[in-house]
């Protein structure tokens, strides 16, 4: 007997998950049908939802449910100082350090030439309307330290280095509570390179 | 098939593309087997301890095992003593990523270019301004061809006479450089001193570096067959700021 074709749609459309390839999928798809249908019931649901709900904001271009997200429209974030992420994920992790208390923008992705992902494709002109809205003085970058986020971030330096507002980029080097003898070289050598005068 | 293995082989990375949930796909332009597609198993997961290792530009030493098309990743080791890229050098390296990635086929050693592309990575990287050197753009661009085996003729004419540093010349594909009449005669015509300083290497004279600028670009695009590379259209969306 072959599978149902709404079963077999099913476990096709679960593989778009990541990590997810079809053993997986047809246990899940299986799971979800015998045991917990009232589970498959919310999940279907919540997708419909959170698709039709969910929207960019936009100021931080972030998922939000209105057109402007909450922490935006926040008065007690400072709005003078705007960080820029790549994903979602670094924001909630800005978020957690608990010292930075400005603005947000997301952008989504990052610069990265040999995928073919360019300053066009992240709508990197949003961000500079973003920035040049008259209150924002300082563009925090926050992008990775990878070849890619380096590259984003050199890229959206020159872009923002006209409209006169000041361009920061963080630190990197040797993380709190690291000890020399466990820090890698790589990142050892920049911490090295990137040293600084020690002021009493 | 044969089998394979290689230890503690210098490497770059040049590209990496990730594959299935925790793993990547490294495109390595190693010293003595050229460019091959490596597996690394895991390399993607948050504790990898070769995770932020596998980065372009940076001095590698890999070691790696299987058969076929994609070998399997066993080992990386950081060789240090090259900056990061930074600025406007970080685009150049992309550049010759880029070309390397399109025109350099799959294991074939180039032990030369390899030299040559590490030279240029650690110039690159020693100017901490992030300037980029015209110069050594050009000089690798000519490596490249010579290795691929389309060196070019840059000291006589198609004709077999040579060349006159203040006649114009046209760069015809694959014949080389044929002598004009008048400089107006044909589009990208070149002066014989910038095929003469393209070939030993000196960018000192600004004419020079601005026509052989426009000659590797038509070379580039002639051997590329029309594939638009990326990164000089990033490059151009900067220098437009």
Redesign the interface.
Known sequence: MSTPTSLEALIEALRCLPGVGPKSAQRMAYHLLQHDRSGAARLGEAVGRALQALQHCQRCNNFAESEICERCASPRRDPTVLCVVESPVDMNMMEQTHAFQGLYYVLMGRISPLDGCGPRELGLERLLARAQDGVVKEVVLATNFTNEGEATAHYITALLKPSGVSVTRIARGVPVGGELEYVDSGTLAQALRERRVCQT | MQRQRADAQPAFV??T?PF??TSLIVEAFTRDFGRIALLARGARRPRSAIR??L????PLELGWAGKGEVLTLMKAE?Q?GQ??????A??C??YL??LL?HLLPREDAHERLFERYREILARLGADPT?KVREADLRCFEKALLQELGYGLTLDHDNAGRAITATAHYHYRMEQGPVLLSHAGEAEGAVLGRTLLDLGAEDFSEPRTLAEAKQLMRSLMAYYLSGKEL??R??FK??QE?
């Open positions: 040049l590209h593309t299935r949930e932020g290792l980065m372009a530009f940076q950081w240090g900056p990061l890229l930074t600025g406007q970080l685009f390296g992309y990523n880029e990635l992030g990326e990164t259209k990033i969306e900067l700021l």
